[in-house]
């Protein structure tokens, strides 16, 4: 996923987000809901960690 400042991720009930650099260096932890403030972070790659209802998943992310 391409993002600039937030990503909209509509998810109902709250999951956890945990945002890692490619040196798997932990960037941010935060319980979210409907969408994720990624302003702060620098232009890059990174990895996203999802946990909802207790299934994680991780994607690419590339913050233009």
């Known amino acids: 996923?391409?993002?600039t400042n937030a990503l909209c991720l509509g998810i109902e009930q709250t999951a956890t987000?945990?945002?890692?650099?490619l040196t798997g260096q932990r960037i941010l932890t935060?319980?979210?809901?409907?969408?994720?403030?990624v302003?702060?972070?620098?232009?890059?790659?990174?990895?996203?960690?999802l946990t909802h209802k207790g299934t994680t998943t991780t994607q690419?992310?590339?913050?233009k």
């Open 1 to 3: 996923s391409r993002f």
């Open 60 to 63: 690419k992310l590339i913050k």
């Open 30 to 37: 935060k319980p979210i809901r409907h969408s994720l403030d």
């Open 17 to 21: 987000a945990r945002i890692y650099a």
């Open 39 to 49: 302003s702060h972070l620098t232009t890059g790659i990174y990895m996203l960690s």
